[in-house]
């Protein structure tokens, strides 16, 4: 059974840095390519990172520069860093896995962890 448990959202300043975590298992994490997803509040889910089995990544041109995604592949974790935070980047962040490679359809979600960017 597929699950994918985030953590680390809190309530950061802006211009502040935060890193999420999400903790996968029950498939064989390193097959998968991995996303981070989010929602503003009573906005729809915008797509924020990507990455392959293989440690490729991709970036919303949102987030370019300012967030960078990894994953440790020996413990099943992905992680978003996020610097340079703004108000606009307040929203539940959702950690995701794909069919297989970057271009495939998401098919499983965390419940999502909430980051609130705020002074």
């Known amino acids: 059974q597929v699950q994918l448990v985030e953590s680390g959202g809190v309530l950061v300043q802006p211009g502040g840095s935060l890193r999420l975590s999400c903790a996968a298992s029950g498939f064989t994490f390193s097959s998968y390519s991995m996303a981070w997803v989010r929602q503003a509040p009573g906005k729809g889910l915008e797509w924020v990172s990507d990455?392959?089995?293989?440690?490729?990544?991709y970036y919303a041109d949102s987030v370019q520069g300012r967030f960078s995604i990894s994953r440790d592949n020996a413990k099943n974790m992905l992680y978003l860093q996020m610097n340079s935070l703004k108000p606009e980047d307040t929203a539940v962040y959702y950690c995701?896995?794909?069919?297989?490679?970057?271009?495939?359809?998401?098919?499983?979600w965390g419940k999502g962890t909430l980051v609130t960017v705020s002074s």
């Open positions: 995701a896995k794909r069919d297989r490679g970057s271009t495939t359809p998401i098919l499983y």
């Open positions: 990455i392959s089995g293989d440690g490729r990544t």
